[in-house]
């Protein structure tokens, strides 16, 4: 029996009851098997196994207020248990009832004999209610590490081009160079709730830095600010949706001399379109200004506008499995018709998560792939390079990485990605792999 579970079995959670058949994962079977549920639910409403099995299927399907319908009847036949009673506030959460949801709460800790697994969930859902009415939030994660390039400038392998017809033999400087770099790199996110149906103002900074060991001209240190209000869409019937509207201020140093900088602002659209599947894309506009310098004496060619496209939509086929398909192009405009060039691309890649190997590290490790490709196109030809063919490139890659949490907020990581570049012009076909090890603090 369904109430006996509720009772007596450890961890029982909507999605996930000791005793139950786990239910068929697509949304057309999991609809149809809602209909004939509802059927015998209504023949036998004293039948609490087909009446728990109904509200969890419908909690799947994202029909929060049936599941709820459900267990509140439940709570009839069976008063005072826990479990009901800690579902029912998990849904009343998600749907934004906060404080339907801490009523939920607090009735399943007042009962006698609360199991330590419920009152343990419990009493994160409170803290997390505690921390949302607070309008102000905050949160920031920083990455530091070490990674190794076979080709850390981004060069041509072979010391013999093509330019203009003849054959010429570059500098050794000119060429793909092996190094190692350590770097910074954090992000900052703060929030404020502006009381509007649940309308934020947003606040994002993002900042890296890294030192090579040889190849100095590449040292880099970069940030960039957003900021602008995030709009809940559900005052327009769109449930779980965002739209985003901020500015953006960036720099960049390189060298050590201030190398570019940056205004504009972007759109944001970020949607969980169903329980399993959700979409994050954004369009940016940023007006871009570099700054000559010795190292780089002829970079001002490069101002101009920057338009930029990127979506990713994600699939959740399990708790352990998670698909996504990225989409991107951009457009850049330069003084130069040979620096300015429009791409588009797109990859896919997969996020698996499994138990630690590692009794001591008890926390879920995770893999990530992904792979992708870009094909980008310049408006003129290169008079250095040919007088009649513009440059046009095919970028691929391809990266593997594993994630081990140490503990909560920290987690080590290690990346190996390769890179290979295919194009019209000698100057810019090349390949690099790399070797990452990073360690992630959360706060």
């Not at 007088?387 to 290690?414: K, M, V």
Request: glycine residues 8%; proline residues 5%; negative net charge.
């Amino acid at each position: 029996m369904v109430l006996c579970t509720l009772l007596l079995a450890p961890g029982a959670v909507l999605a996930q009851t000791a005793g139950l058949q786990t239910p068929p994962q697509s949304p057309e079977a999991l609809a149809a098997r809602q209909t004939s549920l509802l059927e015998v639910m209504l023949a036998t409403p004293e039948d609490l196994d087909t009446a728990f099995e109904y509200a969890m299927v419908s909690s799947l399907l994202g029909d929060y207020e049936a599941a709820i319908s459900t267990l509140e009847r439940m709570l009839i036949y069976a008063p005072g248990v826990p479990r009901i009673q800690l579902e029912l506030g998990v849904l009343y959460f998600r749907l934004g009832s906060t404080e339907t949801a801490r009523y939920y709460f607090q009735q399943a800790l007042s009962a006698p004999n609360v199991p330590p697994e419920v009152e343990a969930r419990v009493q994160a859902y409170l803290e997390t209610i505690t921390k949302q009415e607070d309008p102000a939030s905050f949160r920031a994660s920083v990455v530091t590490g070490v990674r190794y390039q076979t080709n850390a400038n981004a060069a041509p392998g072979s010391r013999r081009v093509d330019l203009n017809g003849g054959t010429f033999v570059l500098d050794d400087t000119a060429t793909g160079k092996a190094d190692v770099n350590a770097f910074l790199a954090g992000r900052l996110h703060g929030s404020y709730d502006l009381g509007l149906q649940g309308d934020l103002f947003e606040t994002d900074l993002i900042f890296y830095g890294a030192r090579y060991a040889d190849i100095v001209r590449l040292d880099t240190a970069l940030a960039e600010l957003t900021l602008g209000p995030s709009l809940n869409l559900e005052r327009f019937d769109l449930d779980d949706t965002r739209l985003g509207l901020y500015g953006i201020a960036s720099g960049i140093r390189l060298n050590y001399a201030n190398y570019n900088g940056a205004l504009g602002f972007g759109v944001r659209l970020v949607s969980q379109v169903t329980p399993t599947v959700r979409i994050d894309g954004k369009v940016e506009y940023r007006r871009r200004w570099y700054n000559d310098t010795a190292e780089y004496p002829t970079v001002s060619d490069r101002n101009g506008s920057f338009l930029r496209l990127a979506t990713t939509v994600s699939r959740t086929m399990s708790e352990a499995l998670t698909f996504r398909a990225l989409i991107l192009a951009d457009f850049e405009e330069t003084k130069k018709e040979w620096t300015q060039s429009w791409e588009v691309g797109g990859g896919v890649g997969g996020t698996y998560r499994f138990a630690s190997p590692i009794k001591k590290l008890p926390h879920t490790w995770s893999i990530d792939l992904e792979a992708g490709y870009i094909y980008r196109e310049y408006q003129g030809p290169d008079p250095l390079v040919s007088a009649t063919e513009s440059q046009f490139d095919h970028e691929g890659w391809g990266r593997a990485g594993l994630s081990i949490p140490l503990r909560n907020d920290l987690a080590l990581g290690f990346t190996g990605e390769v890179r290979r570049q295919f194009s019209n012009y000698d100057l810019g076909t090349y390949s690099n792999a790399s070797a990452l090890v990073s360690l992630t603090k959360a706060f």
